[in-house]
């Protein structure tokens, strides 16, 4: 089992349209958690940090479900600019930091 | 504004070369990484640096090796090419505190064919 697992996609969503995905982690001494967005050929650029009470940043939402393990990015009224691959990012401390990257969703908005 | 550069957007070498990729940053940060990207894999740590002269291996550290002499520059060495290292090779860096890691920022990436 991967450590941190997303849905590879692609979603296909019309403009306009509310999205969520999910990504799961296993170890459960996992302490912080992002998203990033990468656009085709692009480097990934962070979207959000996910803190455990969730955050907010327009039409953006992430929770963090620790009970349950995973997190999950809400984007709502969905732009055409939005189609991108998400990734998700797992930080884990224990001796050193560890740094675990999810292979990402890729979302399409059509028009 | 975080401005990381790397040395070239695309390689091309032959197998058996020595191959040095570059990365440099200008925002004074501890922390440095090097990433190699793979379609279905997702971003693989190869190495990172939280300071001149240190340095840890990641996830597939093998075939690699890494060199930090100063703080914005880190350097990526193949010491002998090989077709399975093709890949999208991207430097990160973030910064401190030392040793924890929050949000990151990546490199345009080097696209390295070897052949």
């Given at each position: 089992r991967k450590e941190v697992e997303q849905d590879p996609g692609p979603f296909n969503v019309p403009e306009g349209a509310t999205v969520a995905f999910n990504c799961t982690y296993s170890n459960s001494a996992s302490q912080s958690f992002f998203w990033y967005r990468q656009d085709c050929?692009?480097?990934?650029?962070?979207?959000?940090?996910?803190?455990s009470s969730g955050n907010e940043d327009g039409r953006f939402t992430a929770q963090?479900?620790?009970?349950?393990?995973?997190?999950s990015l809400l984007i709502r009224d969905s732009k055409l600019s939005d189609s991108a691959t998400y990734l998700c990012v797992v930080n884990q401390y224990s001796s050193a930091s560890k740094i675990i990257f999810g292979s990402g969703t890729r979302l399409s908005i059509r028009p | 504004?975080?401005?990381?550069?790397?040395?070239?957007?695309y390689l091309v070498k032959r197998t058996g070369e020595k191959v040095f990729l570059e990365?440099?940053?200008?925002?004074?940060h501890e922390n440095m990484f090097w990433y190699r990207q793979d379609p279905g894999l997702g971003l693989r740590l190869i190495y990172f640096s939280y300071d001149v002269k240190m340095k840890e291996k990641g996830d597939i550290p093998e075939g690699y090796s890494v060199s930090r002499e100063k703080k914005e520059r880190f350097s990526l060495i193949l010491e002998s090419a090989s077709t399975n290292q093709t890949s999208m090779y991207?430097?990160?860096?973030?910064?401190p505190p030392t040793g924890v890691i929050y949000e990151q920022y990546f490199g345009p990436g080097t696209r390295l064919t070897v052949t």
């Open positions: 050929r692009k480097e990934p650029k962070l979207l959000m940090s996910v803190y963090l479900n620790r009970a349950s393990q995973y997190i | 504004d975080v401005k990381v550069t790397q040395s070239s957007r990365c440099v940053q200008d925002m004074d991207l430097c990160a860096s973030s910064p």
